[in-house]
């Protein structure tokens, strides 16, 4: 069983909103740093975004910026990221990851050692 699970994945239009939750499943992330990474159609595996243990560091993608935000709610040990304005080029499988470590603005998968199985979502035009 993966580490880590995530929901909210969909279909959607263009301009529409979506929240992604990962939840932690038989372990506590309270202390890592918590990704949100995607792999668009027949494309590499990208980042999207980060928040560090105490939530006070966040970095997203240029991509994403200004459209997403991710946040974790410690009560529940569920790292969530709002997506709004959602474009075509959006679409992918969305995973949630977990890393001990807070590289500031240089993220790549590699960095993260827990892993969710992903959810989809696609962004019609």
């Known amino acids: 069983q993966a580490p880590l699970l995530e929901s909210g994945g969909g279909l959607v239009q263009a301009g529409d909103s979506l929240r992604l939750s990962c939840e932690a499943s038989g372990q506590t992330f309270n202390s890592y740093t918590m990704g949100w990474f995607r792999q668009p159609p027949g494309k590499e595996r990208e980042f999207v975004a980060a928040i560090n243990w105490s939530a006070r560091l966040t970095n997203y993608a240029e991509s994403v910026k200004g459209r997403f935000t991710v946040t974790r709610e410690y009560t529940k040990n569920i790292i969530a990221l709002q997506m709004t304005n959602l474009k075509p080029e959006d679409t992918a499988v969305y995973y949630c990851?977990?890393?001990?470590?807070?590289?500031?603005?240089?993220?790549?998968?590699?960095?993260?050692?827990?892993w969710g199985q992903g959810t989809q979502v696609t962004v019609s035009s």
């Open positions: 990851a977990a890393s001990p470590v807070w590289r500031g603005d240089t993220w790549s998968a590699g960095d993260f050692d827990s």
